[in-house]
Structure formats: structure tokens, C-alpha cells
T-cell receptor, first 113, second 114 residues
Framework: GENVEQHPSTLSVQEGDSAVIKCTYSDSASNYFPWYKQELGKGPQLIIDIRSNVGEKKDQRIAVTLNKTAKHFSLHITETQPEDSAVYFC????????????FGTGTQLKVEL | GAVVSQHPSWVICKSGTSVKIECRSLDFQATTMFWYRQFPKQSLMLMATSNEGSKATYEQGVEKDKFLINHASLTLSTLTVTSAHPEDSSFYICSGHSADYEQYFGPGTRLTVT
């Protein structure tokens, strides 16, 4: 079946540094790629998303890039802060899936002081 | 972003009993709602898709008679775990979808079956 691979599983950075999380997907016709942030004991929060007709999207310190040819997309967080510490999930909607999201395995980001 | 609520936020029940979890979209109409299950340190696993006014579609391996889903209106879906057992203990999360592709998630419900 369709799947999304996510790396790394854990990421530790110093406050102020940048963090990059990468995902690859299997269905070349996928057209929607959201990123979610999940804090402990809470539901996932949509932080940014990108559609297949766009190569890059930015929202303040957060950016997402999409490479359709290589079938991968990445989350970039600049000037990291302790409150960025959380689990981040990438996801994709596969064609014919009825808007169902397929999630990556998650990245535990820790921003250290 | 749009807001989805869940009730209760946590529940403890005895083995063999049933428990109902409510999912509400507060500021938008959710034509489709999704129910997920999440185990500690794992990703979200889709259980079922529910559309307002129709029967839910369950993912492979999910028992429809055990996890009853009702989507009575465009703002409310319920998940009932029937005859709960300790292995049903998990974090249950719903999401609402309206237009385009965005899904907005609820805060989750922690179910503990003793």
C-alpha cells in the first residue's frame, strides 16, 4: 500500500539553530502534504501544508519544500525555540484515498537551551 | 484554524462496559470526520471514516461492531467502544474535514480500561 517514510525519528538541536525533517512518499500522484505538531497528551495541530502545484511555502519560522520528482518533502524550522519541542508528523493524501491522510512515523524534536 | 472538540478528555471504565466519545466541529461543518487511535510513541492509525448521514467506512482490521461510529450531523460524530477490554486502552483522536484537503484534529481522549 501507499506509505510515507519520515526521518529522523529523533532530533536534538540547540536553541536558535535550524531543524529539518524529511519525508518521502510512494504515490507520485499525491497532491497534498501537511505537517502536524503534537505536544504530549494533545491532538495534532496543523502547522503548515503544501499542495503539489507549489514547490515551497513559508510561514514565519516554518517552511516546507516539495520535490515532486524525487517524491519527498521537508519541514524547515529556523531560529528554534524551546516551545518548538514536540513530535512532528508529516502526512500525505494519496489519490483515490478519499481525503484520508497517511502519516509518517513522527520525529521527536528537542530544542535544548 | 478550525476548532474540533472532544469529550471526555479522559475516561476510565471497567472491562466489559461501553464508553462513548464525542467529537464536535465548533466553527465549521465537517462533511467527513475521521477517527484515529494512537499508542504511546507511535503514529496515528486511522480507524474509520464517517460521513454525515451514512455508515462509517472502517479500515482493515478494525471491528465495526466493537467501535460503533455515528455521524448524526455536520458537527457531531461519536465513537462508542463496546464491551471494552484492557487492550482497547489508547488515545483516541478525531478530525474534521470540510472543504479542500485540510483536516483539523481534536485534543484526543485518553481511554483506560481496567
Amino acid at each position: 500500500g501507499e506509505n510515507v517514510e519520515q526521518h529522523p525519528s529523533t532530533l536534538s538541536v540547540q536553541e536558535g539553530d535550524s531543524a529539518v525533517i524529511k519525508c518521502t512518499y510512494s504515490d507520485s500522484a499525491s497532491n497534498y502534504f501537511p505537517w502536524y505538531k503534537q505536544e504530549l497528551g494533545k491532538g495534532p495541530q496543523l502547522i503548515i501544508d503544501i499542495r503539489s502545484n507549489v514547490g515551497e511555502k513559508k510561514d514565519q519560522r516554518i517552511a516546507v519544500t516539495l520535490n515532486k520528482t524525487a517524491k519527498h518533502f521537508s519541514l524547515h524550522i529556523t531560529e528554534t525555540q524551546p516551545e518548538d519541542s514536540a513530535v512532528y508528523f508529516c502526512a500525505a493524501i494519496f489519490t483515490g484515498g478519499g481525503n484520508k491522510l497517511t502519516f509518517g512515523t513522527g520525529t521527536q524534536l528537542k530544542v535544548e537551551l | 484554524g478550525a476548532v474540533v472538540s472532544q469529550h471526555p478528555s479522559w475516561v476510565i471504565c471497567k472491562s466489559g462496559t461501553s464508553v462513548k466519545i464525542e467529537c464536535r466541529s465548533l466553527d465549521f461543518q465537517a462533511t467527513t470526520m475521521f477517527w484515529y487511535r494512537q499508542f504511546p510513541k507511535q503514529s496515528l492509525m486511522l480507524m474509520a471514516t464517517s460521513n454525515e448521514g451514512s455508515k462509517a467506512t472502517y479500515e482493515q482490521g478494525v471491528e465495526k461492531d466493537k467501535f460503533l461510529i455515528n455521524h448524526a450531523s455536520l458537527t457531531l460524530s461519536t465513537l462508542t467502544v463496546t464491551s471494552a477490554h484492557p487492550e482497547d486502552s489508547s488515545f483516541y483522536i478525531c478530525s474534521g474535514h470540510s472543504a479542500d484537503y485540510e483536516q483539523y484534529f481534536g485534543p484526543g481522549t485518553r481511554l483506560t480500561v481496567t
